[in-house]
């Protein structure tokens, strides 16, 4: 059983502050790793797809960085909104097929 | 386009009946995925396809089968529903390997 392991598994911040979460995974056997942002009724969309060790990525507020030797990847979200709260799952990718292995993710609620 | 394509939304099923979950794209994607949901736990791998004709089993296939006759279309057949599989189910498709993944609405399926 691959482990992929997120924290904290939830988090409430006050609107405009930033804050960031963990993604922990096998430094062996890396291809990808994947972020997506899962609204309450919704699917999962994606953020960021990382596949390089020191690779950083940004997409407005959001940014994520990774890193394969020691196998963790952080995403970052600057002055939060209301509108930012979801469930931020991270996924690893070993075989180059996509064949993802989910963490549980983390939840953000942002108070307004 | 339409996107990632899932039927039923909903569905009730007795202990031992059969179904099949309908996944379409229309995006003429490689890889398509069958994924479930349950409660605290992450997204967890069913099946997947990397192309016509090709499949393969994922972290969770078993009591499931699947097909890939056309690039389109990647139906998930249920053939003895057991209360185990009550679940979300997500289809997602992606073009090619470290690509995001795009996801279907899901379907929720009660065995009951």
Aim: proline residues 4%; charged residues 15%.
């Amino acid at each position: 059983i691959l482990n992929v392991e997120q924290s904290p598994q939830s988090l409430h911040v006050q609107e405009g502050d930033s804050t960031n979460f963990t993604c922990s995974f096998p430094s062996s056997n890396f291809y990808a790793l994947h972020w997506y942002r899962w609204e309450t009724a919704k699917s999962p969309e994606a953020l960021f797809v990382m596949t390089l060790n020191g690779d950083e990525k940004k997409k407005g507020r959001i940014s994520a960085t990774l890193n394969t030797k020691e196998g963790y990847s952080y995403l970052y979200i600057k002055g939060s909104q209301p509108e930012d709260s979801a469930t931020y799952l991270c996924a690893l990718d070993q075989t180059g097929a996509n064949n993802l292995f989910f963490g549980t993710g983390t939840r953000l609620t942002v108070i307004p | 386009n339409a996107g990632v394509t899932q039927t039923p939304k909903f569905r009730i099923l007795k202990i031992g009946q059969s179904m099949t979950l309908q996944c379409a794209q229309d995006m003429n994607h490689n890889y398509m995925y069958w994924y479930r949901q349950d409660p605290g736990m992450g997204l967890k791998l069913i099946y997947y396809s990397v192309g016509a004709g090709i499949t393969d089993k994922g972290e969770v296939p078993n009591g499931y089968n699947v097909s890939r006759s056309t690039t389109e279309d990647f139906p998930l057949r249920l053939e003895l529903a057991a209360p185990s599989q009550t679940s979300v189910y997500f289809c997602a498709s992606s073009k090619r390997s470290t690509e995001k993944l795009f996801f279907g609405s899901g379907t929720q399926l009660s065995v009951l």
